[in-house]
């Protein structure tokens, strides 16, 4: 079958296609034929050498699937035809791959398969930094609605975050590095659209500070999130998009009565899944219903996995970045 693999860290351009064998499922997993493969930032990270406990050269990238059955294991509750979502370890940029099958979810009807590829990292990133880690409270509880900074709110999780937070009622605010990409976010729902600089000022001129940040950038835009918390605030860290590693203040966090809550999905799917997949359930009700939807802003062919990851590197993608094999 074809498949991209990644020979040795580096640019783009080290992307290749190759041959490479079918992968065959145990009684526990399930293998899918891939209809589409998710771009996220943590591929490039991969790529490049530079994300914690990455791959080692030679291995096919992606951790991002939807697609249909085409062979399920004999302990699974799949059967071949199903139409299925993924969260894959590696081997995503590829024709077919397999997984565990408590890794795969059912994909209800009225998504299609590319819209459901965002479904298993993007969307369930964005709902767990919200809820189930942020604790966002909703306009009927004792304290919300709340305020909530999104960063990136034009890209992939940020575009999720600001639909989610915005369905349950919180008054949003979304960065972006561009104008075309602050109209898209406040298109999206978010209430207001700003530059990363502009954050501690532009929250500052409309209240207290924000209740909750969710922070897949790191660097300044993480400090400029302290800045602008309001007493009791609370930042999730789930990504370091930018490249710089943060640093906090404990000073700053007692006095502020702060909290800086870290959330990588491969570690808590591991470990906490109950907790993770806690989000499915309120995300199929709302994509099926329409009240939020997963933007697809471009596809690529397989083979040109390299100018796909160029385009998501450039930071010029709004929504979802697919291959498709």
Do not use: C
Not at 31 to 49: E, P, Q, S, T
Not at 125 to 147: C, I, K, M, Q
Not at 154 to 181: D, H, I, M, R
Not at 281 to 306: C, H
């Amino acid at each position: 079958m074809r498949a991209i693999r990644v020979p040795a860290y580096g640019e783009p351009a080290v992307l290749e296609p190759a041959d490479v064998s079918e992968p065959t499922p145990d009684a526990t997993a399930v293998r899918i034929d891939v209809a589409a493969a998710g771009i996220n930032f943590a591929d490039l990270a991969k790529r490049r050498g530079t994300y914690p406990d990455g791959p080692t050269p030679p291995y096919v990238p992606g951790i991002e699937v939807a697609g249909r059955i085409a062979e399920a294991g004999d302990r699974t509750d799949f059967e071949p035809g199903d139409a299925v979502a993924a969260y894959v370890p590696r081997g995503g940029y590829a024709e077919s791959v397999v997984v565990a099958a408590d890794r795969a979810f059912p994909v209800s009807d009225g998504l299609s398969l590319r819209e459901a590829t965002a479904v298993p990292i993007q969307w369930v990133t964005a709902h767990n930094a919200l809820f189930e880690w942020g604790g966002l409270e909703t306009p009927g509880s004792d304290v919300g609605p709340e305020r909530v900074l999104v960063h990136a709110g034009a890209g992939g999780v940020g575009s999720a975050a600001v639909q989610l937070a915005a369905a349950a009622g919180a008054e949003v605010f979304a960065t972006a590095s561009t104008v075309a990409k602050r109209e898209f976010a406040a298109d999206l729902g978010a209430d207001h659209a700003i530059a990363y600089d502009a954050v501690p000022a532009a929250i500052e001129e409309r209240g207290e500070g924000v209740d909750l940040v969710l922070d897949g950038v790191g660097g300044d835009a993480f400090d400029r999130s302290m800045e602008a918390l309001a007493p009791g605030g609370r930042i999730v860290a789930y990504g370091l998009a930018s490249g710089e590693v943060p640093t906090v203040s404990t000073p700053e966090l007692l006095f502020g009565n702060h909290s800086v809550i870290g959330y990588h999905l491969g570690e808590a799917a591991e470990n906490r899944p109950e907790r993770v997949y806690a989000a499915l359930e309120p995300l199929d009700s709302l994509l099926s219903s329409g009240d939020v939807e997963v933007v697809v802003d471009r596809t690529f062919p397989l083979e040109e996995a390299d100018e796909a990851h160029r385009y998501v590197r450039n930071r010029r993608s709004r929504g979802k970045v697919l291959l498709l094999p």
